[in-house]
C-alpha cells in the first residue's frame, strides 16, 4: 500500500486510483494491467506520468480494502522472478488472504469488481474454507443476513435432505 | 469517467471452477452486509455447505437453487457418507437436471448398483465416477453401468473403484476388459490402498468419435 502511494518515479506510466473516501492511490502500468478491468479502461483511455489517469472507484471499495488489492497486483506484476521465487508468491498470496471476516469479504468483492480473477479465486477459496461446516446459524452471522423465511417456507425446507443435518 | 458501466457485465470470467455470476450483481451492492460476495464464492462451496445455505434465507436458498452449474459436480464425503441413501442421491444429483458430469462418493456404503445406474441413466453425459470405499457397489454392477453410458454415447473419462481381494479381483479381470472396449482408449492403473486395491481408469484421449 505504501509503494502504491508514492510518488511517480522517471517517465514510466502511472494511473491513480481513487476511492470513494478520498484517497489516491498511484500505481504503474503493470501493477493496473492485473486489473483486466482496469487494462480494459486503459487501453481505451490510456495515460502518462505527467498526467496520470484518475480513475474513481464505487464506494464498496475503501481504501483499506483497495490497498489490499494493490498490495497483491504490485507483487503478482513484479511475478516470481523477483524476491525468492514462485514459493515466496505464494507464500504471500497465502499470508494476503489471513483477514478477518469483513475484508475478506469486502476483497472478494472488489476482486470481483476489478477483474483480478486469480486474486478472487484466492479470496473466494478462503471464505469457502471459513465457513466449512459452519451451521446454518452460523453463516447467517457470517454473512450478516436473518431468516426471512415464511414458516411455510421453513417447513418445506426442514423437509430437504433432512439426513444432511442429522 | 465513471468505471462502473463496463464492469458489471464482464469483471469476473475465465476462472475455474465454473463460477456462478451472471451479470445480476450490483457494483455497488454487498460491501455493507457482506451478500455481494455470496455469489462469487458459491462454486468454491462443498456439498455440505451449499445444502446449508439453501436454509439461510431466501437469497441463498434462491441462489444456490438457481444455478443448475453447482450441481453438476458432486462429492459425498464424510460424515454424509454413512446417511446417503439412494434416494438422497436421487434427489442431489436431480439438481444438475441431467447435466451431471462428476459424480464422487466416498465411502458410500448404503449406495446400491440400482441407486447409481438410476443416476447414470438420468445423467448420461457423466464423464467421472469415483466411488472408492462404496462397498454396497458390485463389480457387475460398474460394469453394467459403464456399459450403459457406452450404448448411450457417454464419454467416461474416469473411473475409480476398490476391489477387494482375491476373489473380487477376479471378477474384476472381466471387469478390466470390458472397461477397455466400453471406453476405447483407457489407461488402466491398480493402486494398493489400505483397504484394498483401487482400480483406476483413466480414458486418455478425449477423441470425438
Known amino acids: 500500500m505504501s509503494e502504491g502511494t508514492k510518488e511517480p518515479d522517471g517517465g514510466e506510466e502511472k494511473v491513480v486510483l481513487k476511492t470513494h473516501d478520498g484517497q489516491e492511490f498511484t500505481v504503474d502500468m503493470a501493477t493496473a494491467n492485473q486489473s483486466g478491468t482496469l487494462k480494459n479502461l486503459l487501453s481505451e483511455v490510456g495515460s502518462s506520468s505527467n498526467n496520470p489517469q484518475v480513475i474513481p472507484l464505487p464506494s464498496s471499495i475503501t481504501s483499506r480494502v483497495l490497498g489490499k488489492v494493490v498490495e497483491y497486483c504490485q507483487r503478482h506484476a513484479a511475478g516470481g522472478g523477483r524476491r525468492g521465487g514462485m514459493q515466496a508468491l505464494e507464500q504471500f498470496d497465502e499470508e494476503l488472504v489471513e483477514l478477518d471476516k469483513d475484508m475478506l469479504l469486502d476483497v472478494t468483492y472488489a476482486a470481483a469488481f476489478l477483474d483480478v480473477p486469480r486474486l478472487l479465486d484466492l479470496t473466494s477459496q478462503a471464505v469457502a474454507d471459513a465457513i466449512k461446516n459452519m451451521s446454518v446459524e452460523e453463516v447467517r452471522h457470517y454473512f450478516g443476513v436473518v431468516s426471512d423465511f415464511t414458516e411455510e417456507e421453513e417447513k418445506v425446507i426442514r423437509s430437504e435432505c433432512p439426513w444432511a443435518f442429522e | ?209
Not at chain 2, 453401468?145 to 481381494?165: A, C, D, P, W
Not at chain 2, 474384476?172 to 471406453?183: D, G, N, P
Open chain 2, 1 to 209: 469517467m465513471q468505471p462502473s458501466p463496463l464492469l458489471a457485465e464482464d469483471a469476473v470470467v475465465d476462472r475455474s471452477p465454473p463460477p456462478s455470476h451472471d451479470g445480476c450483481r450490483n457494483p455497488d451492492a454487498g460491501s455493507s452486509d457482506g451478500t455481494g460476495a455470496l455469489l462469487l464464492v458459491l462454486g468454491y462451496l462443498r456439498l455440505p455447505e451449499l445444502l446449508t445455505f439453501q436454509r439461510v434465507s431466501r437469497l441463498f436458498r434462491d441462489a444456490v437453487a438457481g444455478d443448475g452449474l453447482l450441481w453438476r459436480r458432486v462429492t459425498v464425503q464424510r460424515p454424509l457418507s454413512g446417511r446417503l441413501t439412494d434416494d438422497a442421491l436421487l434427489r442431489i444429483t436431480s439438481r444438475a437436471e441431467g447435466k451431471l458430469e462428476s459424480l464422487a462418493l466416498m465411502d458410500c456404503w448404503k449406495i446400491t448398483d440400482d441407486g447409481l445406474m438410476q443416476v447414470v441413466d438420468r445423467n448420461p453425459s457423466i464423464t467421472k465416477l469415483h466411488v472408492p470405499g462404496c462397498t454396497f457397489l458390485t463389480a457387475n454392477g460398474i460394469v453394467r453401468i459403464v456399459q450403459r453410458l457406452y450404448e448411450r454415447k457417454g464419454n467416461m473419462k474416469s473411473l475409480q473403484i476398490h476391489v477387494y481381494g482375491i476373489h473380487k479381483l477376479i471378477i474384476s479381470f472381466y471387469l478390466w476388459t470390458t472397461l477397455v472396449v466400453s471406453m476405447k482408449t483407457v489407461l488402466l492403473v491398480c493402486v494398493q490402498t489400505g483397504l484394498g486395491f483401487t482400480l483406476v481408469v483413466f480414458k486418455q484421449d478425449p477423441v470425438e468419435t
